[in-house]
Antibody
Framework: EVQLVESGGGLVQPGRSLRLSCTAS????????MSWFRQAPGKGLEWVGF??????????EYAASVKGRFTISRDDSKSIAYLQMNSLKTEDTAVYYC??????????????WGQGTMVTVSS | DIVMTQTPLSSPVTLGQPASISCRSS???????????LSWLQQRPGQPPRLLIY???NRFSGVPDRFSGSGAGTDFTLKISRVEAEDVGVYYC?????????FGQGTKLEIK
């Protein structure tokens, strides 16, 4: 079965770090671009960032709100995408989704979504 | 950043009747490659979002043909020809023409 499973969420104090993992199964992970979205409680969707497949240059892009604090990476040998979140702020509190694009290049056509993992930043 | 503005923010609709959601961008979404990267996503209550329409008018796999997208430049529309109970949820437009990608605020579709 083709699926994405996020993990690593939880409660963390402001200023601390957390690493989210998105574990893929059922497909050749390295062939696809991956995105991260988030959704604060009761709010709309926010695009967090994106990483292309290595064969398409492995380009990484970030939202301005997380640039310099968050890092997206991938380990194709393990079929895992990561979202390293540093210097966390209360406004980073959200459900974080990882999403597969239908190709290694495109950032707008998504076919597989994880169920999301909740990150709560609070003292 | 490109600002996406949706109207209305809430849309009560009678079952079987049509519904329409508008999305306007603060600048043209036509990319240098001539594609327009405007998508529509649906989020049913308690579920992750899913892609309905990409590049203005392309229905994604498995999306019923009662959903259609149209528009050009800065003005786009999602139409549901006959609303069904399973269509309840929040609908978002998203631009992927320029990084960072940005979303509209969301339109809540509910049944009257």
């Amino acid at each position: 079965e083709v699926q994405l499973v996020e993990s690593g969420g939880g409660l963390v104090q402001p200023g601390r770090s957390l690493r989210l993992s998105c574990t893929a199964s059922g497909f050749t992970f390295g062939d696809y671009a991956m995105s991260w979205f988030r959704q604060a409680p009761g709010k709309g969707l926010e695009w967090v960032g994106f990483i292309r497949s290595k064969s398409n240059g492995g380009t990484i892009e970030y939202a301005a709100s997380v640039k310099g604090r968050f890092t997206i990476s991938r380990d194709d040998s393990k079929s895992i995408a990561y979202l390293q979140m540093n210097s966390l702020k209360t406004e980073d509190t959200a459900v974080y989704y990882c999403i597969r694009s239908t190709s290694g290049w495109d950032s707008d056509v998504f076919d597989i979504w994880g169920q999301g993992t909740m990150v709560t930043v609070s003292s | 950043d490109i600002v996406m503005t949706q109207t209305p923010l809430s849309s009560p609709v009678t079952l079987g009747q049509p519904a329409s959601i508008s999305c306007r961008s603060s600048q043209s979404l036509v990319h240098s490659d001539r594609n327009t990267y405007l998508s529509w996503l649906q989020q049913r209550p308690g579920q992750p979002p899913r892609l309905l329409i990409y590049r203005i008018s392309n229905r994604f796999s498995g999306v019923p043909d009662r959903f259609s997208g149209s528009g050009a430049g800065t003005d786009f529309t999602l139409k549901i020809s006959r609303v069904e109970a399973e269509d309840v949820g929040v609908y978002y437009c998203m631009q992927a023409t320029q990084f960072p990608h940005t979303f509209g605020q969301g339109t809540k579709l509910e049944i009257k």
